[in-house]
């Protein structure tokens, strides 16, 4: 079983001073880990040099929440992916549901997104998921495919070997709701197989999956331990320190049981 992958997206939290506590507690507190796992810290655009500059010292990557579909240029109030690139910032979350929400976003915007993110360098990391309505009426795998293969399917076998998927289930994000391991490893094998037809069984296996939707430190392990769930997207459990940590605690331990 390859290294698990725990990604925490902070969201609109925490104040500078807040911030800056929690980058070092979740670095101080996973220095001797010597984690397998790689762990990623995705705080608010304006706290991320204090996590790039942790990062340098500490077991810990460093992603940014968003990106702009835009080169650069007179687009006032967005960050391109060249300027995250410069600040020092490996990953980058992009398709979550909230922007798709709140802000429109379609999966061709996403696509121009991870684009930007991979001729910079930067790992996209591609949220896809179904509401509860379109669960209900048992759409889910048809909504997450056309998600994928609109977001991503564009991509050379090159380039998509760098891109990270993320599953959420709408509907399990910040209600307490979550998704059963079940149903998670059932859509999760399912966006594996949509990846092996179009790219090779490598590929399909060597893509990290990840699961988000109110996962935290007491269904990590359960959750974790499903063969195609090889890590999470981690929300509101990682504003604490304690329970970010458990949770790739748990990452940790179904790579060695297993």
């Not at 902070?10 to 507190?29: C, H, P, R, T, V």
């Not at 929400?101 to 996403?110: A, G, H, L, M, R």
């Amino acid at each position: 079983m390859k290294p698990k992958m725990v990604i925490g997206n902070w969201k609109m939290n925490k104040s500078f001073e807040e911030a800056d506590d929690l980058i070092i507690a979740i670095g101080e507190q996973i220095a001797g880990l010597k984690l397998e796992t790689g762990v990623v810290l995705c705080p608010p655009f304006i706290y991320l040099e204090l996590a790039t500059d942790q990062a340098e010292e500490a077991d810990f990557s460093t992603g940014a929440q968003n990106c702009s579909e835009y080169k650069n240029g007179a687009v006032t109030g967005e960050i391109s992916a060249e300027m995250l690139a410069k600040l020092g910032v490996e990953f980058c979350i992009v398709g979550h549901s909230e922007r798709r929400k709140f802000f429109c976003e379609s999966n061709q915007t996403i696509a121009k997104k991870a684009d930007l993110l991979l001729e910079n360098q930067l790992v996209p990391v591609v949220c896809c998921g179904e509401v509860i309505d379109e669960r209900k009426a048992n759409r889910h795998f048809e909504v997450v495919e056309k998600q994928i293969k609109e977001s991503l399917f564009h991509l050379s076998k090159e380039d998509f070997e760098s891109v990270v998927i993320a599953y959420e289930p709408v509907w399990a994000i910040g209600t307490g709701e979550t998704a059963t391991p079940e149903q998670a490893e059932e859509m999760h094998a399912f966006i594996r197989q949509l990846i092996e037809k179009k790219y090779g069984t490598e590929i399909a296996y060597s893509t990290y999956i990840l699961y988000g939707g109110s996962c935290n430190a007491q269904n990590a392990l359960e959750l974790f331990s499903q063969p195609n769930v090889d890590g999470g997207l981690i929300g509101g459990a990682s504003l604490k320190a304690n329970d970010f940590v458990a949770i790739i605690e748990a990452a940790e331990t179904t790579v060695k049981e297993n």
